[in-house]
C-alpha cells in the first residue's frame, strides 16, 4: 500500500468527516465567492416565493446547474416535473429544471459522504453507506410526492366550506366572479384560497372561465375540485341554478370525507395487528413465562432439562 493511502486509512474517523464537511462548505460557499454577471434584468427573481430549506441549502450549486439541465433535458420530462411542482403549489418557488438539478446534487453529497464515511472505517459494514446514494438522488421526488399528498388532503378538508360561501354569496345576487372574490376573503390561509386567488388571476387577465376552470382541475387534480368544476360548467352551458349545484357539491363532499375517516378508522385495527404480533404480544409472553422459569430454575429441573437428563 503507498504512503499516502497508508496514512488516508490510518486516519482517525472524526478527522475524516471534518474533512469531508470542511470541503462541503467549501464548494458550497466557492458559488458565492466567485465573480458572476450581472443579469439584464434585476428584478428577474422577483416573481420568487420562498423556496424550499432544501432548495435553499444547496441554491448556489443547483442555480449553477439548472441552465444546463434546461437546455440539454427532455422538454416532456420537464413538463411532466412542472406540473408536479405546480400540484404542490411551488410553480412560484421552483423552476423545472431546478428540481431536476437538486436531484443531481444531493445524489452527489449523498456520494461523498458515503466515499468518506468507507474510507474513514474500512470495515464491511461501512459499504451499506453507498445506499445512501439512491436515496440522495431519489428524496426531492419523494419529499414532492408528500408535499402534493398534505396539499390535497387539506384541498379535500376546506374545499366544501369554500363551496358553502360561494353558494351563500351566489344566492344573495353575486355573479360567479365577485361571489369567488367575496368568498376568498372568507377562507382561512392554504392551498384553496391560493388556487382561487389564481383562477381570479386569471380571469381579470382575460382568460374565459371555461379555460380558468380546466386548468384549476389539471393543477389540483382533486376529485372534489374535478367535480366543482363539471357542476359550474354544467350549470353555465344549460342555465341552471348554480347555487344549488355548488350546495349539492358541498354535501356530497362532505359527505365523502366522512366516509373517508371512516374508512381509515376501519383500517386502524389490521393496521395495529403487525406491531402488536411483532412487540407487544413476544413481550407478553416473556412476561408470563419468567414466573414459571424461575420456579423450574429452583427446582433443578431447567438444569436437568437442559442437560438432557
Known sequence: MSE??????????????????AAGCVALALPRLLPRPRRADPEAE???????????????????????????????????????????????ALRPEELVALRRVTATVAALLAVTVDLA??????????????????????????????RRARIRKDFPFFLDLLALAMRAGLNLQSAVARAVRHLPDGPVREEMRRVLRELRAGMTLR????????????????????????????GGEMAKALQAQAEQQRAERFLRAEKLAARAPVKMLAPLVGL??????????????????????????????
Open 121 to 150: 472505517s474500512g470495515a464491511l459494514a461501512a459499504k451499506l453507506a453507498y445506499l445512501a446514494v439512491p436515496l440522495g438522488y431519489f428524496y426531492p421526488d419523494i419529499w414532492l410526492r408528500d408535499a402534493i399528498q398534505r
Open 211 to 238: 379555460e380558468s376552470l380546466q386548468r384549476l382541475a389539471r393543477r389540483v387534480d382533486v376529485e372534489g375540485v374535478r367535480g366543482f368544476v363539471g357542476a359550474v360548467l354544467q350549470a353555465e352551458e344549460t
Open 4 to 21: 499516502p493511502l497508508a496514512l488516508l486509512v490510518s486516519t482517525p474517523l472524526p478527522v475524516m468527516l471534518l474533512a469531508g464537511a
Open 280 to 309: 407487544f404480544m413476544p413481550v407478553t409472553f416473556v412476561i408470563l413465562m419468567l414466573p414459571a422459569v424461575r420456579a423450574l430454575a429452583r427446582s433443578g429441573l431447567l438444569a436437568g432439562l437442559l442437560g438432557g437428563g
Open 46 to 92: 422577483a416573481w420568487r416565493e420562498r423556496p424550499p430549506w432544501l432548495f435553499r441549502l444547496f441554491a448556489p450549486l443547483v442555480r449553477g446547474i439548472a441552465p444546463a439541465v434546461a437546455a440539454r433535458g427532455d422538454r416532456y420530462r420537464l413538463e411532466a416535473v412542472g406540473e408536479r411542482i405546480q400540484a404542490a403549489g411551488l410553480g412560484y
